[in-house]
């Protein structure tokens, strides 16, 4: 709350500095307007109590370019040349959806006590990783070994030009032995095939396999989502695969729902996400909706994350600290 008023809202203030009680801000309305769903709250746009904002950055790496919120927040490439190595055979879980990323890390930990699970969030959804109190709480819980912020996202442990040197952060300077990577909260939709920012997912598996990592497809499934596009598995799943070249690896889709062609089925012991949800104390929901009103979604997520720790290439990563 910046001004008193019972409204809430929140400032970026890398972006916009710091604001005090009493200071006059401009505030961005729309998403309380249109009532999305990861909306709520108001954004401070500028604090009218400052003439300017002096914040110089590392190097000369912009993101938000050419906005006028542009921030020079750096690029770890540049001190990090092992970023361009291959990720040797590492595996990697791409996901559609901000929420399933918890549960990849849960079930991760779970089948691989003791081994690092590092996070990419890409420039898909919201842009700043401080509004995800999910990461937060993983990283809290010590299930995520750090994050790494792709494209135009920004705020994490490391900052990336793009995906795929993200992926090289996170296995070599992180050392990461297996890798969630995904967008953060707010995924846009349009209801059409290719009118959603999910697609990204076709990418990045094939990125993961040009690099020499093992794909891993977090498969979307709902046995509760009201929208008939996306029960069972959704029409975004088949997109993303006939949209990769690659052949990832997925989980055994959940028995409720449709079976899926020309993929690798690595069996796997799914984890029981309302335990692993009851053991780590996290509350988790997928478009409103938690563990007990959308099993399948959350088991899915969850066998995704088990596949990846059975997929790990033998012994810990070498290097890390």
């Known amino acids: 709350m910046v001004d008193g008023s019972g409204a809430r809202a929140f400032a970026l203030t890398d972006l916009t500095g710091t604001c005090a009680a009493g200071d006059p801000v401009v505030v961005n309305t729309t998403a309380v307007e249109l009532g999305l769903g990861t909306g709520g709250w108001h954004v401070v746009h ?20 050419y906005t006028s919120l542009q921030n020079d927040v750096g690029t770890d490439e540049l001190t ?62 010590d299930l995520i070994a750090g994050v790494v912020t792709a494209g135009h996202a920004f705020g994490g442990d490391l900052e990336a030009v793009t995906v795929p040197s993200g992926l090289g952060l996170a ?107 009851d053991r780590s104390g996290m509350a988790v929901t997928t478009m409103g909706r938690d563990v007990t009103e959308d099993p399948v979604f959350f088991r899915a997520a969850a066998s995704a994350g088990a596949l990846a720790a059975a997929l790990l290439p033998p012994g810990p990563v070498d290097g890390r600290p």
Not at 46 to 65: F, I, Q, S, T
Not at 237 to 247: A, C, D, Y
């Open 46 to 65: 500028w604090n009218l109590a400052r003439d300017e904002l002096v914040a110089p950055g590392p190097d000369h790496v912009m993101k938000l370019r």
């Open 80 to 141: 990090h040349p092992e970023v361009d190595r291959p990720l040797d055979g590492t595996p990697v879980v791409a996901c559609a959806l901000h929420s399933q990323v918890a549960m990849v890390a849960l079930a991760f930990a779970r089948a691989a006590p003791g081994r690092r699970l590092a996070y990419v969030m890409t420039d898909g959804a919201a842009l700043p990783v401080a509004l995800s109190d999910l990461v937060a709480d993983l990283g809290a819980r």
């Open 171 to 277: 296995r070599h300077v992180l050392h990461a032995d297996a890798i969630v990577v995904g967008m953060g909260p707010g995924v846009v939709g349009t209801g059409t095939a290719l009118g959603t920012t999910a697609i990204e997912v076709a990418p990045i598996l094939d990125s993961v396999a040009r690099l020499g990592g093992t794909p891993i497809l977090c498969i979307r499934a709902s046995d509760a989502d009201s929208r008939p596009r996306h029960r069972g598995i959704s029409h975004h799943t088949g997109t993303i695969l006939r949209l990769t070249s690659t052949q990832p690896w997925v989980a055994p889709i959940p028995p409720e729902v449709a079976d899926l062609d020309g993929v690798r089925v690595h069996e796997v012991d799914p984890p029981d996400p309302a335990d692993l949800l």
